[in-house]
């Protein structure tokens, strides 16, 4: 799954931190999202959705492939 | 809980540093401790302060999360558990099942003797199976 989640968190000037603690996860883990290493849960992307005022296909798309 | 032995919990990263370290560092003078008491000779003492420690940092691992509206442990980190849970028992399923059945077989045959650790061990898997099941019985229904 790609998303846009580090551009759209800079430009919300935020640190991943910040970011992380606004929908109650650890920093940790927006970083392993923004590096593509790890697909959030349902929950997550709503919430991440929520906090952009945005859908959550806006954020994550699938990968595309060859096919 | 972690308000009550001083983190700072506006700061969600360091709560969860302290959190891990807590619980590391307990368990790691429980194991210190057993160790040390096999090389004094008191065993028991070393039990004691082992099974202490053991409890103790299970316990703080298992409500620290629920306790604090801090994030200590996440989606992620359940995911993780999930999947180095799945290749363990994945890893251990493949291994027994190509050495258990020969194993026996050779015993029988009177190929092999079995040493009492190998049959520990045979024991000790087929009872985290055992229990696995049982979890997933459980999991599954709830």
């Known amino acids: 799954m790609e998303n846009d989640l580090p551009q759209r968190r800079e430009a ?28 959030p849960s349902l ?25 | 809980m972690l308000d009550t032995i001083g983190v700072d919990t506006d700061r969600p990263g360091r709560a969860r540093r302290v959190y891990y370290r807590v619980v590391y560092a307990i368990v790691a003078v429980a194991i210190v401790g057993l160790l040390a008491g096999m090389v004094v000779g008191r065993e028991l003492i070393g039990t004691v302060i082992y099974c202490a420690g053991v409890w103790l940092g ?53 190929s092999i003797e079995t040493p009492p650790e190998v049959t520990g061990a045979i024991l000790l898997a087929s009872g985290l199976f055992l229990v696995w099941g049982v979890a997933f019985g459980v999991v599954k229904r709830r």
């Open chain 2, 58 to 110: 299970s316990g703080i691992a298992f409500l620290a999360p629920r306790l604090t509206d801090v994030p200590l442990q996440d989606e992620r980190d359940t995911e993780l558990y999930n999947r180095a849970s799945g290749l363990t028992l994945g890893i251990l399923f493949v291994g027994g099942l190509s050495i258990i059945p020969v194993i026996y077989v050779l015993e029988a045959a009177g």
């Open chain 1, 12 to 39: 919300a000037g935020l640190s991943q931190g910040e970011l992380a603690e606004a929908v109650g996860v650890t920093r940790q883990t927006i970083n392993a999202i923004e590096r593509d290493r790890y697909d």
């Open chain 1, 43 to 67: 929950e997550l992307a709503f919430k991440l959705a929520a906090h952009f005022e945005c859908h959550v296909e806006d954020i994550f798309q699938p990968e595309e492939t060859d096919d």
